[in-house]
């Protein structure tokens, strides 16, 4: 088999459509420069997160050593390598949080979903997460729960969002 039949091979054609207009961005020499991108469109194809076989074809994909890849996905917080809920509650714990009491959000999640950062409730529903920073230090507290961001956040706020997701 030739290497482009074999890159056919390792996603489906709308991944590979997806991942090349990443890699289109880079010149034709630098396409590893696409990983990150890579990464998130296969995390999200696969419910929300990566494992080594995926990021293998991702290496593969990009013509990587599969170490850069797993280098990548496990410094930055986006990444997954365990399954997790259906909402992936991140929550921003860095000075500006911390200053305008994220710990009291952190505490009031812990108790209203009876769980602990890194850990899912029973139901599959929530993942919680801590994050360093998420860019929003002027909302603070705030979380990121899947790709949207909450601001000035107070624990009847964190009710009302939970209780609003599906």
Known sequence: MNAAKDKSE??????????DRWIAKYPADWKQGACMAALRIVQD??????NNALM????????????????VATFYSMYELKPVGRHKICVCTNVSCMLNGCDRIVDHLRGKLGIGFGETTADGRFTLKEVECLGACGGAPMLQIDKKYYENLT?????SILDGLE
């Open 45 to 50: 194809a696969n419910g929300g997160y990566l």
């Open 10 to 19: 390792l996603f489906d054609a709308k991944i590979r459509a997806e991942i």
């Open 155 to 159: 624990p009847e706020l964190v009710d």
């Open 56 to 71: 293998d074809q991702v290496a593969a994909y990009l013509d990587m050593p599969p170490i850069a890849v797993y280098e």
